[in-house]
């Protein structure tokens, strides 16, 4: 997991620490030192204006620290730690809360074709079965087999599933879901929806008449880590819609992980969680520590 950034960091630091004499740090030295740090998100699918945060953070922090050779190092990561993770870190959400608050909570997933919403559904379900009473409504009624596959989940975690036919009204899906869920007590309903093109407009209106319908108690956008700066575009796109927070999938098997430090920031929406499989289990509630120690471990 991130192997790619991971490199471009150490190589980094053993540059920052090779740059670094026994004096106080200038801002040229500091600027020749955070070139190859820029150079080296870049490659790494890190958004542009996310990297001159960091590298504003840093040179706010470094510029006129005196510090030896050996410390150097050291120093330099310590500073490139406190920047991502600023970048990383927002206010989190916490499904429990939103659950507890509402009767039934809903909980609606959206984002692009392929992303990964309805296997995150069932990772989500798998996580919540055993403390709530939850309720699957299968709210893509475009894809084939996308109600087939739902189902299957369903099945296999012993969970309700309500759905309609292939080409039914995705917003009247989720209502008799609600519906459903409020007549037999249960606590939440995951919606699945539709894969869609954040520049097909007619599918996108379809979503907007979903969240009127039925005003989700939160929202979700589930984007793949290895569409790289593109999930930034789609996240904005999606805004049109509007969402409350983040699951970044595929992060198992993405080298370059750019993608978490942009996504956040520049929505100001949190990473809920991080998908790393397809076992109901590989599901990851995401922490801006973890996360940064990873990137520098």
Known sequence: ??????????????????????????????????????????QNNVAYDVIETIKEDMTEDLVGESVTRMQGESFIRESLHDAIHDVLDQPPIDIDTVIQENDPALILFMGFNGSGKTTSIA?????????????????????????????EHGDNLGLTVVAHEYGADPAAVIYDAVEHADKEDADVVLADTAGRSHTDQNLMAQLKKVVEVNDPDLNVLVVDALAGNDVVQQAEQYEAVGFDGIIL???DVD????????????????????????????????DADTMVDRLLE
């Open 1 to 42: 997991m991130f192997g790619n950034l991971k490199d471009s960091v150490k190589n980094f630091s053993q540059k920052a620490k090779e740059s670094v004499t026994e004096k106080e740090l200038s801002e040229d030295e500091v600027e020749d030192v955070l070139w190859d740090l820029e150079e080296a998100l870049l």
């Open 123 to 151: 990772k989500i379900a798998s996580r919540l079965k055993d403390e709530y009473e939850v309720v699957l409504a299968a709210g893509d009624t475009f894809r084939s087999a996308a109600i087939d596959q739902l189902q």
């Open 249 to 251: 999938t595929k992060v």
């Open 255 to 286: 080298k370059k992980g750019g993608s978490a430090l942009s996504l956040g920031y520049l929505t100001g929406k949190p990473i809920m969680y991080l998908g790393t499989g397809q076992q109901y289990e590989d599901l990851e509630a995401f």
